[in-house]
């Protein structure tokens, strides 16, 4: 079992940046899949960034492409979410997601594809 924290959301103007973060309890971080989604109200919940277990493959919706990096720090069992040039279209829900890697440098898009999820951390931007 894998529990997830997610943190560092908050309220921020267009064009800011913030730094999302979440801790994950367990000895096998750093053989998980990490993913962060997002969900607006009224919408479903989409995929924003992934990061491989192994082989430092990342992915990123085309709506945060050169403005979010998704990272991880193994050692402190925390990914990170860090968003530049923050719009107001990213207002939403974040969630961080876990998912045990079976395929070296996988990445995965896919809610479905996860099994972990944190409880979400609110990120309002404002214009």
């Known amino acids: 079992q894998v529990q997830l924290v997610e943190s560092g959301g908050g309220l921020v103007q267009a064009g800011g940046s913030l730094r999302l973060s979440c801790a994950a309890s367990g000895r096998t971080f750093s053989r998980y899949v990490m993913g962060w989604f997002r969900q607006a109200p009224g919408k479903e919940r989409g995929f924003v960034a992934a990061d491989s277990w192994s082989g430092g493959n990342t992915d990123y919706a085309d709506s945060v492409k050169g403005r979010f990096t998704i990272s991880r720090d193994n050692a402190k069992n925390t990914v990170y979410l860090q968003m530049n040039s923050l719009k107001p279209e990213d207002t939403a829900v974040y969630y961080c997601?876990?998912?045990?890697?079976?395929?070296?440098?996988?990445?995965?898009?896919?809610?479905?594809?996860?099994?972990?999820w944190g409880q979400g951390t609110q990120v309002t931007v404002s214009s």
């Open positions: 997601a876990a998912r045990p890697g079976h395929v070296p440098g996988q990445v995965v898009a896919d809610s479905r594809g996860y099994d972990y």
